[in-house]
C-alpha cells in the first residue's frame, strides 16, 4: 500500500501542470445548468489526450468514461462524480483567468471538481495494471437546478449495467485548511424544499380599508409564524431550517395588490419529518390567509434529499486517508445544512462525500460569492485521494 501512495503522489504531481491549465480554462469558460455541451466537449477531449475513451449523454452534458483495470477479472465498479454546471453570478475576482462568460462564475468550485477526477483519472489510467475491475468516471451537469442531473442519470439507466461498489464524490470548502479533508459518517447534507407561497386576497386602494383584503398583512402574519415553525415542531434531535429569503408584492403606497407571493426553503435530516413539515407548513398558510378572508396556495418543489455517506465505506475512507494525508488531515464534520443532488446517488448506492479543504492564506470568501477561489493545490490532495480510494475499494473483498 504504501508502495502505490508513493506512485499516487509521484503521478499526481507529473500531472499537476496540466492540471492547473484545465482547472484555469473551465474556469474561464464557465456554462450555467443544463448548457454544459461546451464543457463536456473540452473534457473529452482530456480524456481523448490521456488515451481514455468517452460517451456524452443527457444532450451531450454529461460525460462518462471506462477504466479497467488489467490486473486481473473483476465486475466490480467504482464510481467517481464530478459536477459541471457553474452559477449565475457576475465574477469579482482579479487575476488573470476569471470568467469570459458574462454572468456566469464557477462560484461553487466545480471547476476544480471536473479537474480533480480528470486527475485521478490520469493516476488510475497509468496505475491500471495494479487492480481489477472498473473505474467509471462520470461528469454530471446541473448539480445547481432542480431535478439535478444526479437523478438524470440515474433514471437513464447508465448505471444498470454495472455492479457498483461504492461511487464517490467531494466539493471544495474555502473554510477547511489546503491539505485537509473532512467526513463525516451516515447523514451528512441536508435534503431541501423550496417553498412557492401565494397568498390572495382583494386589491383596492390604500385609503378605503373597507374595500381591500390586504394580502401583504397575511404575508406578514405567515412569515412570523413560520418564523419559529422548527422550533415549534421540528424534532429536537433533527435538525431542521425553514427561511424565507423573497416577498414580492407589486403593490404602491396607495395600492393594495391582489396577492403577495413568498419564496424560501426547508432542510432536514429525515424524510418522515420532512413529509410531516409539508402538511404542517401548508395548514399554517391556508389557516392565517382564510381567518383573514383570504386563501394560500402552497406549492412545495420537493428537491434533493438527505445525503447518506455509508458509515462502513465513509470510515474506511478515512483511515485510509489518515494513511496518505496524516491523521491531523483528516477531519471529522459535522451535519452541514447545504444541499447536494449526489445526495440521490446515496440512496441508490454506497457512497462517500467528502468535503476537500481549497483555503487560500488571508483571503475570506465563501461558496457562491463573487470573489469565491479556491487553493490549486488541493487538486494534489483530492486526486491523489480519489485515486487511491478506488484502488483500495477495488481491492476490498
Known sequence: MNNNIQKINNLTKEFYPQAI???????????????EQQTAQYISEQLALMGIKSNKMLDNTAVVAEINGTKGISESTIVLRA???????????????????????HACGHDMHMTNILTAAYVLWHLKHTFSGRILLVFQPSEEMFPGGALQLIQSGLFDTYQIKAILGCHVSPEIPTGQIGLKCGNYMASTDELHITIKGKGGH?????????????????LL??????????????????????????????IVPESVKI???LRTFDEQWRNAAHEKITEICTNIAHKRKGCADVFINKGYPVLTNDENLTRQCASWAKQFIGDENVLSLDYRMTAEDFAHYSHHYPAVFFRLGTQIEGLQTNLHAANFNANEEALKTGAALMAFFAINLLAEK
Open 206 to 222: 390604500a385609503a378605503l380599508p373597507a374595500t381591500f383584503i390586504n394580502p401583504l398583512t397575511m404575508a406578514a402574519e405567515i
Open 263 to 265: 419564496e424560501g426553503t
Open 83 to 105: 459536477d459541471m454546471d457553474a452559477l449565475p453570478i457576475e465574477e469579482e475576482n482579479t487575476f488573470d483567468f476569471i470568467s469570459k462568460n458574462n454572468g456566469v462564475m
Open 225 to 254: 409564524t413560520l418564523e419559529h415553525f422548527c422550533d415549534d415542531f421540528a424534532p429536537k434531535d433533527i435538525p431542521s431550517v425553514l427561511t424565507f429569503g423573497r416577498i414580492v408584492g407589486n403593490g404602491q403606497t396607495n
Open 21 to 35: 491549465k484545465i482547472r484555469r480554462h473551465l474556469h474561464q469558460y464557465p456554462e450555467l445548468s443544463g448548457h
